[in-house]
T-cell receptor, first 113, second 117 residues
Framework: AQSVTQLGSHVSVSEGALVLLRCNYS??????LFWYVQYPNQGLQLLLK??????LVKGINGFEAEFKKSETSFHLTKPSAHMSDAAEYFC???????????FGAGTRLFVKA | EAGVTQFPSHSVIEKGQTVTLRCDPI?????LYWYRRVMGKEIKFLLH????????ESGMPNNRFLAERTGGTYSTLKVQPAELEDSGVYFC???????????????FGNGTRLTVT
């Protein structure tokens, strides 16, 4: 069965610093991986997705993630944090057959001025 | 296009009462999902509709939860009777592709925050 582990429930960075949010997955078949973001009082929005094309995936708002099969990881990065990036980020994987998406517990990103 | 809408945004009820949550998916989206997030934990799958049919209800916690999607449009999730552990945020999501969610990412509503006291 597929599963997702996000390392760190809270991450704090300074404005302008590198953002790194960690995600490891478990899947017996090639996975389809996603990052979603939730801003306060809003629903989740898709940031980016990996569907077996390029291993480096670029998303919205300057975020990108790299699929590393050998490490079963799909970490999310952004070179320079902005105050508006403060939100909760969820890594997710689809199940075999693609009908169900499994989410991690989320990582809340704080950006300090 | 209008997004996924959920009603109410908040609900506070007493243990033993009944609550019905509603979700209106994006028009034309055959796939409709219910998820729940208990405070601080992962977002857990509850069930998946394809049009009016339940494709997968393996995540429904117990028989106090009943989901319907009559006519394949909006969906309701009823909790009867509510228990304290039912508190959390209930998200609805929809997607367009009838075959898979990886080609057609989920569009989420803002959620309903349910508090059972």
């Amino acid at each position: 069965a597929q599963s997702v582990t996000q390392l760190g429930s809270h991450v704090s960075v300074s404005e302008g610093a590198l953002v790194l949010l960690r995600c490891n997955y478990s899947s017996s078949v090639p996975p389809y991986l996603f990052w979603y973001v939730q801003y306060p009082n809003q629903g989740l929005q898709l940031l980016l997705k990996y569907t077996s094309a390029a291993t480096l995936v670029k998303g919205i708002n300057g975020f990108e993630a790299e699929f590393k099969k050998s490490e079963t990881s799909f970490h999310l990065t952004k070179p320079s944090a902005h105050m508006s990036d403060a939100a909760e980020y969820f890594c997710a994987v689809t199940t075999t057959g693609g009908f169900k998406t499994i989410f991690g517990a989320g990582t809340r990103l704080f950006v300090k001025a | 296009e209008a997004g996924v809408t959920q009603f109410p945004s908040h609900s506070v009820i007493e243990k033993g009462q009944t609550v019905t949550l509603r979700c209106d998916p994006i028009s034309g989206h055959d796939n409709l999902y219910w998820y729940r997030r208990v405070m601080g934990k992962e977002i857990k799958f509850l069930l998946h509709f394809v049009k009016e049919s339940k494709q997968d209800e393996s995540g429904m916690p117990n028989n106090r939860f009943l989901a319907e999607r009559t006519g394949g449009t909006y969906s309701t999730l009823k909790v009867q009777p509510a228990e304290l552990e039912d508190s959390g945020v209930y998200f609805c999501a929809s997607s367009q592709d009838p075959m898979s969610s990886y080609n057609s990412p989920l569009h989420f509503g803002n959620g309903t925050r349910l508090t059972v006291t």
